[in-house]
């Protein structure tokens, strides 16, 4: 009777048997030995910084450019920031002796929703040579209570890794909504803040350097796995957040400086339509981020509101612009499809109208584009021009209602 030649399994008792010269395999042994080769793999990383190809600042923000409007400020903080983190990188692959260390610069980016904060980190993601993960702090709790603990994050990045603790130790964690983990009450004593300060707690030891030991498959629901120690020291943190209503906090505090003989001046030179451009650590404070967080992410910028000149080229202008994605769905279908320019300065208006910001721009097109999208395909056309009256048309058809509120 055949059976496997590792552990003796019959035939019947495996779902696959391979036959070999002289002997058998089962699935069960093939798997067991992947699992080995992967773990023998990790252990003998050939992650080698010093083979990276550096991109200067300017060079990074040129790409950035490509993909996204505006913004020049927070895309000068971040290709400065990834910049050094590579410097940080190969300074610690040479051997010699060096009495500077150089330390990392954990950055905060701040600005209303549908700005292009999490675009940014996408955008970036796609040029770097270290692994980079995208993580959503709103799904984060305290270790033992449902939801993810913060152990999860660097599981994440192992697994951009392909498990390569090595290069893992070098990746870059961009956590997303980051104002959702802010201190519910003024007062920590009141109730147990599982999902707010519980959390910017357990990030501390992260942010600022640690052995962690992460479990590879996430947490409390595989007890028995073993723990992978990684070192955070050398991971670059980038945070975002929308912090919705810390212009008030900006506002108190500007109006609390603004005192004495010069006080109407300074108040003439506040732009009051955009606070957002003179944040401080001390407004996080007031948010509800505890001091030691904001002390450990030592570089904040923001980022502007989205203008209707910055919206309209948005429309048309990055190389993964919404437009060029119509079109090329609709090429795909050999259909030849064009925008009236009216048209589309329709759509930015009705974006500024139900103030939606870049976010929005997508899902008035697809409003607009979901009738064409169902019936062309079949029916044959081979041309499409959307003009201002077929928009406004389907558009009409739709309950606006769903837009304002989404």
Known sequence: MDKCSFCGREKKDTNLLIAGISGHICDHCIDQAYNIIQEETRSHSDFDVSQIQLLKPLEIKKFLDEYVIGQEQAKKFLSVAVYNHYKRLMQGSRREEDDVEIEKSNIILVGETGTGKTLLARTIAKMLH?????????????????GEDIESLLTRLLQAADYDVKAAEKGIIFIDEIDKIARKSDNPSITRDVSGEGVQQGLLK?????????????????????????????????????????????????????????????????????????????????????????????????????????????????????????????????????????????????????????????????????????????????????????????????????????
Do not use: W
Not at 133 to 143: G, K, M, Q, R
């Open 130 to 146: 270290v692994p980079f993960t995208i993580v959503d702090a709103t799904v984060l709790t305290e270790a033992g209570y449902v």
């Open 206 to 406: 992260l942010l600022e350097g640690s052995v962690v030991n992460v479990p590879p498959q996430g947490g409390r629901k595989h007890p028995e796995q073993k723990m992978i120690p990684v070192n955070t020291k050398n991971i670059l943190f980038i945070c975002g957040g929308a912090f919705d209503g810390i212009e008030k906090k900006i506002g108190q505090r500007l109006n609390a400086q603004v005192v004495g003989y010069s006080a109407s001046k300074n108040r003439e030179a506040i732009d009051r339509g955009n606070l957002l451009q003179y944040i401080a650590p001390q407004d996080l404070k007031s948010f509800g981020m505890i001091p030691e967080i904001v002390g450990r992410l030592p570089v904040l910028t923001f980022l502007h509101p989205l203008d209707r000149v910055a919206l309209r080229n948005i429309l048309t202008d990055p190389r993964n612009a919404i437009v060029k994605q119509y079109i090329k769905l609709f090429n795909m279908d050999n259909i030849d499809l064009s925008f009236a320019e009216e048209t589309l300065d329709y759509i930015v208006d009705k974006a500024i109208e139900f103030k939606l910001g870049a976010r929005g721009l997508r899902s008035i097109c697809e409003a607009i584009m979901i009738d064409p999208m169902f019936e062309l395909p079949s029916n044959g056309e081979k041309k499409l021009h959307v003009d201002l009256n077929y928009a406004k048309q389907k558009l009409e058809n739709v309950d606006l209602k769903v837009l304002k509120a989404s």
